[in-house]
């Protein structure tokens, strides 16, 4: 068994030693498997923050941004900034004492509903991260969404998609995914199991773990 130190490893490229240089200069980048982004930097900014980072020209960044956005079907989200990238954010109507999503009903906290109240409106929106939804079995109730991409993280996978109605349409006023539907949603699933593009699932929004924001404002609402 050969011992590698770690100042060896960061000295050398295959085949050749090289003298020690500072890691930055390696042309080495590092993948993490969970999401690390600069919250105020958009999604073409994050992709070549390291291309600026090396001194690479503008122009340079940009072809290359865009090229990688191609390649991986990004690019209607390059303006965005993390923030915009949760599991789903959508506009729904309150309906008695909560919302109708999908094949189920969401109760809605108090506090919520009297801040809507207070708008005057009758609408909230809702959002929810990708490990709050989960998969259940076709024949269940819940979001309809067919499968646009499937992003593999070793131990974690995500699956993105559209969400739609009963007959697989874009849009309608089926009950089974009428609020929301033609909408983009990321969900987390099995990484073991992940469904293939183009395959139809059926999720479900775990309980107590949605978010609430003043359809008016924007601003998230209390729900405690």
């Not at 291309?51 to 956005?69: C, S, Y």
């Not at 079907?73 to 923030?83: A, I, S, T, V």
């Not at 874009?170 to 199991?193: H, K, Q």
């Not at 003043?214 to 998230?220: H, K, M, Q, V, W």
């Amino acid at each position: 068994m050969t011992t590698v130190s770690f100042a060896k490893v960061t000295r050398c490229y295959p085949g050749a030693d090289r003298p020690a240089v500072d890691a930055l200069h390696l042309d080495i980048a590092m993948v993490f498997q969970n999401y690390a982004l600069h919250p105020h930097m958009s999604v073409a900014d994050n992709t070549g923050f390291a291309l600026k980072v090396a001194g690479t020209p503008k122009g340079e960044i940009g072809r290359r941004v865009q090229e990688a956005a191609r390649i991986l079907d990004l690019e209607p989200y390059l303006q965005r900034r993390p923030k915009a990238l949760s599991g789903g954010l959508e506009e729904v109507r309150m309906a008695d004492d909560g919302v109708q999503l999908g094949g189920s009903h969401l109760p809605l906290p108090r506090r919520v509903r009297a801040a809507v109240a207070a708008e005057g409106g009758d609408r909230v929106v809702l959002g929810f991260r990708p490990e709050a939804l989960e998969t259940v079995a076709p024949d269940e109730r819940g979001l309809g969404m067919t499968v646009t991409m499937v992003e593999v993280l070793g131990s974690e996978a995500y699956a993105h998609g559209t969400l739609q109605d009963d007959d697989g349409r874009g849009g309608g006023d089926s009950v089974l995914a009428g609020p929301g539907t033609g909408a983009d949603v990321v969900a987390r699933v099995d990484p073991r199991t992940p469904p293939r593009k183009g395959e139809r699932i059926t999720l479900r929004l775990r309980p107590d773990s949605a978010y609430f924001f003043s359809a008016a404002t924007g601003e998230r609402l209390p729900h405690a």
